[in-house]
């Protein structure tokens, strides 16, 4: 039997490519637009969608998780926390915030390494 060998021979989640992706997923869905709470579920989603998509065409060897939460711009602030117990050499999570004047936009991606 074969052993499994990651496409690319990288060791962990590279933050940076993904952070790049999600970054550009936000650009292109909420770039020029204003802040309107009948949008949300429909930006939300398509955000998430898109980065999965484009992180999955990667082909790298984990399993995402995408979360994303878009508020309307206000003095109160946006405050998130999240933690994992995890093999940190392996897997892997990286936080994109993007910021327009009406609106905030916090994405996560986790990256659990398939060991096959």
Not at 14 to 36: F, P, S
Not at 65 to 87: E, K, L, N, P
Request: net charge negative; hydrophobic share 35%; with cysteine.
């Amino acid at each position: 039997m074969e052993e499994y060998h990651r496409p690319c021979d990288e060791v962990g989640f590279n933050a940076d490519e993904a952070h790049n992706i999600v970054k550009e997923c936000i650009d292109g869905v909420l770039g020029g637009e204003d802040y309107n709470q009948n949008n949300i579920n429909q930006w939300t989603a398509s955000i998430v969608e898109q980065s999965l998509t484009h992180l999955v065409k990667l082909g790298k060897a984990y399993k995402y998780i995408v979360t994303c939460a878009v508020v309307q711009r206000s003095a109160y602030g946006f405050h998130t926390a999240s933690s994992c117990f995890w093999d940190t050499t392996s897997d892997g999570t990286c936080t994109v915030r993007w910021e327009s004047r009406t609106m905030n936009c916090i994405v996560n991606v986790f990256a659990v390494a398939i060991v096959l």
